[in-house]
């Protein structure tokens, strides 16, 4: 009843027909899972602040390594689960990740009302945070299959994006939802702070009703599509293709940026500013990343992806240039409204850019297909098909690498303090990094006679 035995959305007569609302009820059914899977990821970003408060003796460093390590594994997961729709099934895989989030959501909650607690349990616990981050691999990878080509952009673009709101949701809702008890005697006492009460276990309870029933609506409203089933030999081809590493490397400069810069901006603003009410904006940048993705997406389909990743990255470099004239050095104290607005352009960017990356990817993979293929009808079948399976295993595995940049970027942030006393040499190598990137895009994708332009 849930498997759907032959499907080809590029048949416009099937899809007007019933693919359409079939692909449609998919992808609703996997933004809410998505968005809870980023709010689980990224819940530590927003829990970290209030450590110190509630008695909890950690270093800034290991306060960093807190926010970094749910990215760390989150993205190590992404590997393995970019191969998982086309082995299990969307609708199954889907159902079971969103469940599992209620493990590191629980933990969480019962962990943060002992200061006493140790560390280690700590690091245990934002490392299966990670489970949150290893979905969105596995959810773009079932969604791709369900859409035409021409409106593939744009369906990616929703469903990243506004699973990407996950992120500004946690940093928004969590000092909401710790400043009063939201579940009684069943939610414990809340913890004395020298700004009053808070309930921080409520970071981690508050997610769990949602979880168990954005578990049940995958379980028994999504669909799993017979001919996306692939073997992992069948997907690890990809390995072999020199342009999914070079998409790897692309969206580690988009996505990386996106998911990095909104792990480590909170613990960035009070380290270097000791600004706590600024905390309180924190969650405009994942809001304004998120909310461009699809537009990232719509603006590729229709102006082609690589030159909107192209000036994305330009604008990235700029961002990161424009920060560095910001923060606190020689005695002044730097400019905290100039620093949010950077970083302002930088989830812009990012999240434009995100949406762009992962449109040329079934187009790059597509037409390396159809070039190799032969005129006959059946071969442009064939290679279609071939062509979908490897873009959506390369739509995981790129996921995945881009993932590393929520560990790498907050965690330059601690190592450049620990050992320069300011985040200014993380920040310049960030613009080494974009400059790599705009020379890859504009060399194999965006100049005129490009090897695959897209």
Request: aromatic fraction near 12%; hydrophobic fraction near 50%.
């Amino acid at each position: 009843m849930h498997e759907i035995a032959h499907w080809n959305p590029e048949d416009k007569g099937d899809w007007e027909r019933h693919g359409r609302g079939v692909a449609a009820r998919n992808l609703w059914l996997s933004i809410p899972a998505l968005t809870l899977a980023f709010s689980v990821w990224m819940v530590w970003s927003a829990v970290v602040v209030h450590l110190p408060g509630a008695g909890f003796k950690y270093s800034t460093n290991q306060l960093f390594w807190l926010t970094a390590l749910p990215a760390l594994c989150g993205a190590t997961l992404r590997i393995f689960y970019s191969f998982a729709v086309p082995l299990v099934g969307g609708r199954r895989f889907t159902a079971l990740a969103t469940a599992s989030l209620a493990l590191p959501a629980l933990g969480l909650g019962f962990a943060v009302q002992d200061p006493s607690t140790p560390y280690e349990l700590m690091v245990a616990l934002a490392l299966l945070c990670g489970l949150g981050g290893g979905n969105f691999a596995s959810s773009m990878a079932h969604i791709s299959f369900f859409y035409p080509k021409a409106k593939l952009g744009y369906a990616l673009g929703l469903n990243a994006g506004l699973g990407h709101l996950g992120v500004s949701i946690v940093q928004l809702a969590v000092p909401l939802a710790i400043g009063g008890s939201l579940f009684g005697a069943l939610g414990g006492a809340p913890q004395a702070t020298p700004q009053g009460p808070i309930w921080l276990q409520n970071a981690g309870f508050v997610w769990v009703p949602f979880i168990a029933a954005s578990a049940l609506a995958a379980w028994f409203g999504m669909n799993d599509l017979a001919e996306a089933k692939a073997g992992f030999a069948e997907q690890a081809v990809i390995f072999t293709r020199k342009h999914n590493w070079l998409m790897c490397w692309l969206y580690l400069g988009t996505f990386g940026s996106f998911i990095g810069y909104s792990a480590g901006l909170p613990m960035l603003i009070q380290s270097q500013f000791q600004h706590t009410e600024a905390l309180q904006a924190t969650w405009l940048g994942p809001l304004l990343g998120a909310l461009l993705r699809p537009v990232g997406g719509w603006l590729a389909d229709r102006l082609g992806g690589a030159r909107i990743t192209f000036w994305a990255f330009v604008a990235m470099a700029l961002g990161v240039l424009a920060a560095l004239q910001c923060l606190p050095k020689g005695g002044s104290a730097g400019h905290l409204g100039g620093l949010l607005a950077s970083f302002g352009v930088l989830f812009a960017a990012a999240g434009i850019g995100n949406g762009s990356t992962f449109r040329m990817i079934p187009s790059i993979f597509m037409a390396e297909h159809q070039r190799a293929a032969g005129s006959l009808p059946s071969e442009q079948l064939r290679a279609a098909m071939d062509a979908n399976k490897e873009a959506a295993a390369v739509l995981g595995f790129a996921s995945a690498i881009g993932a590393y940049g929520g560990f790498f970027i907050p965690k330059s942030y601690g190592t450049s303090i620990s050992l320069t006393g300011g985040p200014e040499a993380a920040l310049q190598a960030f613009i080494v990094f974009y400059l790599s990137c705009i020379a890859v895009t504009w060399w194999y994708y965006s100049r005129r006679h490009a090897p695959m332009p897209c």
